[in-house]
């Protein structure tokens, strides 16, 4: 026989075992079985990013839809210098002269939890008001926060100047969403104290 005339092997037998891991199963039992293998294959996959999550807690996503905010701790403490501020802030005096650096005032203490505002700088305002009246005696709003993470809580600062007349007053703080029109995120009302001129 020549190399031309020889036959070809049948490739028959593996057109069948093709056909078989492709045909759909046909008894309970091949039904059951894929079932195992599948329940098998997903706890295996569940098992892996448990693990994944538990030794690299970094890896886990946070996942916030909206910006939140919320304000505990709420303390006012006077009289406080402007300089005890700078002191519990840990800034820097710069050039400020002694006088400027000794005017009283009072100190409001809180802690915040922000979340959602990793990176972005949210607008603080105070306003000093009279308590009796509600009428606004002082405000300010050159300060922000700016969170270096997307779930940050820190204690924080406002210092606020010594009201010139003695009467009972409040402060209210309002933490503002980082966008260019004023909408705010969360505000509080200091309980009311007597300013000491």
Do not use: C
Not at 63 to 71: E, F, K, P, R
């Amino acid at each position: 026989m020549t190399e031309a005339t020889k036959p070809t092997p049948d490739s028959e037998p593996r057109r069948k075992g093709v056909r078989r891991l492709m045909a759909r199963p046909q008894s309970r039992r091949d039904w059951f079985g894929l079932v195992g293998k599948m329940t098998a294959l997903v706890g295996l996959v569940t098992g892996v990013v448990t693990l994944l999550f538990l030794f690299f807690p970094g890896l886990k996503p946070v996942h916030v839809d909206v910006g939140t905010a919320a304000i505990t701790d709420v303390q006012v403490r006077q009289p406080v210098t402007f300089h005890r501020y700078l002191q519990e802030t840990e800034s820097e005096e710069g050039s400020m002269s002694r006088a400027f650096l000794q005017r009283p005032g009072v100190l409001v203490s809180f802690h915040y939890q922000l979340d959602g505002f990793g990176g972005q700088k949210i607008p603080l305002r105070w306003e000093l008001n009279n308590a009796r009246t509600n009428d606004l005696v002082a405000q300010d709003k050159a300060i922000s926060i700016k969170p270096t993470t997307n779930s940050e809580g820190r204690d924080w600062y406002v210092w606020v100047p010594r009201p010139k007349r003695r009467d009972r007053y409040y402060i209210t703080v309002t933490l503002y969403q980082p966008e260019e029109q004023v909408v705010p995120l969360k505000h509080f009302d200091t309980k009311p104290f007597t300013g000491s001129a």
